[in-house]
């Protein structure tokens, strides 16, 4: 329940955050985010790489106690209220619309 209200916290909080555009700014974001939320890294390249995954397992239908698990057996050392909140970052980042109350933006004026 308390991992749901990270989630739900955290997700909140990104969605009135600006969308990003789908390039580098948009990697440079999530990194900055991850930054933010006091979420180190190793490699960007593949922390970027990570943050996309977490997309493609919520377009698969991945809940997020899946995806924050899957992060936890990817990097063990990765604690389970900083999984959930890199799933948040990543989420709000990449896949906006997979967010709960998520819509994808209007392509009209």
Request: proline share 6%; aromatic share 4%; net charge neutral.
């Given at each position: ?21 789908a390039d580098d ?60 909140r890199f799933t ?22």
């Amino acid at each position: 329940m308390r991992l749901l209200l990270v989630l739900a916290g955290v997700a909140a909080v990104i969605g009135l955050a600006a969308p990003a555009r789908a390039d580098d700014k948009q990697d440079q974001a999530f990194l900055v985010a991850l930054g933010a939320a006091d979420i180190t890294y190793q490699n960007a390249g593949a922390t970027i790489a990570t943050g996309k995954k977490v997309c493609d397992m919520a377009k698969e239908g991945k809940s997020a106690i899946e995806v924050v698990t899957y992060l936890q057996d990817l990097s063990p050392k990765l604690t389970r209220p900083n999984a959930a909140r890199f799933t948040a970052i990543a989420a709000g980042v990449y896949c906006p619309d997979q967010l709960p109350g998520g819509s994808k933006p209007d392509s009209g004026g």
